[in-house]
């Protein structure tokens, strides 16, 4: 039942819901990985140092988490440090080619792409997908309505 358990797509007013997600002929068993609003992040390997890790070993089940997918810019960087400075936890980690965390596979490409930025909430489920130029005011949005700011 790998469709029920990791398929599950949230949808809510926390969440900037743009396309629907992936449709699959046997939603019990079948699960289709992909950045959909409302999805569980999914799992792709990564390589940190020589260590083999999964995307998913990424996310705190105590924190929020904005993954980009290029080296993190100067507007990213204070947006992530803005939300900080507002209380809720929040880390930043960049996953790109030449990186410190970089993708260890053909899946990587297919799942993630470098104009993307995602927040994502500390149980795994993406909340929000935004352009690094509009990541401070739409992360900002996001995480007022999960904290609670607004």
Known sequence: MIGLDLG???ESAAILSDDPPPVSTH????YIP?????ARLPHCWLEKSGERLSTLDRVPSNRFLVLTFEEAGQELSAAVEQLRGNGPPVDLIAIYPGGPLTPAGDQFGDLFSPDQVLFVRPDGHIAARVDEERAETTLERVMGLLWGLE
Do not use: F, H
């Open 27 to 30: 939603p019990i068993t079948e």
């Open 8 to 10: 599950v797509c949230y």
């Open 34 to 38: 992909s950045t959909t609003l409302g």
